[in-house]
């Protein structure tokens, strides 16, 4: 019996160890994101961001004109397009399609997961805005209409927490590597054209928007682990 220990240990030491591994990547990626937020956070607090914000904003318009972009009409139509992609009906309508196709899956423990994730994100999102109370940017003209509270972004928090949380789910069901990364790619894409769509439009500080990812990457990376962590408990089932 005893020595039968050391043979199990031995056996079972390469995957505790990869797992131990990959954990530590995970939460160095998560303290990184969130000393992002706490840092851009700070500044916003501070009042130190105007002048960077300003300029930024100033930039994407037509020189002596704040109400008109720069660029095509067909740029600002295009912008209009992908903001929508961050929004609440776009976000809820994918996450209850991917919850359907997880149920119909009979993966019921991810679909609560997906769900937990993504309301997860929007509580602590509003909860942000709530506790910062910045006013939204007066500099420019909004190309769209805006009714919450600036800092941080709601379009690039939630679209990052989204989209991450959704690419990482997918990208486990896929044996290549190419096709992992292709997945997160597309994600990743997403999150980062949905947040500038944000700034182009006037609707966001460019530290709403960075303050926005930077939580949102840290909670989906939050969430990611829990949910490697749960499938190694068995409590949630494998991706693949």
Same mark, same amino acid.
């Given at each position: 019996?005893?020595?039968?220990?050391?043979?199990?240990?031995?056996?079972?030491?390469?995957?505790?160890?990869?797992?131990?591994?990959?954990? %530590? #990547? @995970?939460?160095?990626?998560?303290? +990184?994101?969130?000393?992002?937020? *706490?840092?851009?956070? !700070?500044?916003? $607090?501070?009042?130190?961001?105007?002048?960077?914000?300003?300029?930024?904003?100033?930039?994407?318009?037509?020189?002596?004109?704040?109400?008109?972009?720069?660029?095509?009409?067909?740029?600002?139509?295009?912008?209009?397009?992908?903001?929508?992609?961050?929004?609440?009906?776009?976000?809820?309508?994918?996450?209850?399609?991917?919850?359907?196709?997880?149920?119909?899956?009979?993966?019921?423990?991810?679909?609560? %997961? #997906? @769900?937990?994730?993504?309301?997860? +994100?929007?509580?602590?999102?509003? *909860?942000?805005?709530? !506790?910062?109370? $910045?006013?939204?940017?007066?500099?420019?003209?909004?190309?769209?209409?805006?009714?919450?509270?600036?800092?941080?972004?709601?379009?690039?928090?939630?679209?990052?927490?989204?989209?991450?949380?959704?690419?990482?789910?997918?990208?486990?069901?896929?044996?290549?590597?190419?096709?992992?990364?292709?997945?997160?790619?597309?994600?990743?894409?997403?999150?980062?054209?949905?947040?500038?769509?944000?700034?182009?439009?006037? #609707?966001?500080?460019?530290?709403?928007?960075?303050?926005?990812?930077?939580?949102?990457?840290?909670?989906?990376?939050?969430?990611?682990?829990?949910?490697?962590?749960?499938?190694?408990?068995?409590?949630?089932?494998?991706?693949?």
């Amino acid at each position: 019996m005893t020595r039968a220990l050391p043979k199990t240990f031995d056996r079972w030491k390469p995957l505790l160890e990869r797992v131990e591994a990959r954990g %530590l #990547v @995970i939460l160095a990626l998560v303290s +990184g994101a969130l000393f992002a937020f *706490l840092s851009i956070a !700070g500044e916003v $607090r501070e009042g130190d961001t105007h002048g960077f914000d300003e300029q930024i904003l100033l930039w994407f318009r037509t020189p002596g004109d704040t109400a008109n972009p720069i660029g095509p009409l067909w740029l600002e139509l295009a912008f209009r397009d992908i903001t929508a992609l961050g929004g609440m009906t776009v976000l809820a309508l994918i996450t209850l399609a991917v919850v359907g196709y997880l149920l119909i899956a009979r993966k019921r423990a991810s679909a609560l %997961l #997906v @769900i937990g994730s993504v309301l997860g +994100g929007v509580i602590l999102s509003s *909860l942000l805005k709530l !506790g910062f109370d $910045r006013p939204r940017p007066d500099v420019v003209s909004h190309l769209v209409d805006v009714h919450t509270l600036s800092f941080p972004s709601g379009h690039a928090m939630l679209s990052a927490a989204t989209y991450l949380t959704l690419g990482a789910l997918l990208s486990r069901t896929e044996k290549s590597l190419v096709m992992r990364s292709y997945v997160v790619g597309v994600a990743i894409v997403l999150t980062l054209l949905i947040g500038t769509s944000r700034i182009f439009l006037g #609707v966001h500080y460019p530290t709403d928007v960075l303050g926005g990812w930077s939580a949102g990457a840290a909670w989906a990376l939050f969430c990611w682990w829990l949910a490697r962590w749960l499938q190694h408990r068995g409590q949630v089932e494998p991706s693949g």
